[in-house]
């Protein structure tokens, strides 16, 4: 149940040809605490509630727990959650052994494109895309609950 993820700014929209998938988010948070995050996601057509823990001082994994709920419960979720729904399609891409997550970000966010990729360890190397930019990873200022308080277009 530790997530560890490396995260990254993205400089073109070159990975849009390279995915093999992509699906719309629309995502809430119950609580935006800096210790725990409640999140409610509707992926396509299915329902998530998650909750995170802080991150570790490198900033590189957190305790991190999901379960999937239908559609409906998460509809229903999202309307107690927090000001700033967040509203992305994201695309998969694979490069070597491993598949990066690239979130395109709509509405307050538009312009905002990030993409993180999930590590076995914390010192896993990874092939780096030529569309990565700078790395993020740790900055608080990037993460989806940060991002529904403060939207991108007030940075």
């Not at 395109?104 to 930019?133: H, M, R």
Request: hydrophobic residues 35%; proline residues 2%.
């Amino acid at each position: 149940m530790i997530e560890i993820e490396r995260k990254f700014l993205v400089k073109s929209d070159a990975f849009k040809h390279e995915a093999h998938k992509q699906t719309r988010i629309v995502q809430g948070y119950l609580n935006s605490n800096k210790n725990r995050a409640v999140r409610v996601r509707i992926k396509g057509e299915t329902g998530f509630l998650t909750i995170k823990g802080t991150s570790s001082a490198s900033g590189l994994s957190r305790f991190e727990w999901e379960k999937e709920i239908s559609k409906h419960e998460a509809e229903a979720l999202l309307n107690l959650c927090e000001p700033g729904i967040i509203d992305k399609i994201r695309y998969e891409v694979k490069v070597k052994n491993h598949t990066f997550e690239i979130d395109e970000f709509f509405g307050e966010n538009e312009g905002l494109i990030i993409a993180e990729v999930e590590l076995t360890s914390e010192n896993e190397s990874f092939v780096k895309p030529l569309w990565l930019a700078n790395e993020v990873t740790g900055d608080s200022k990037y993460y989806n609950s940060q991002i529904s308080k403060n939207p991108f277009k007030n940075w």
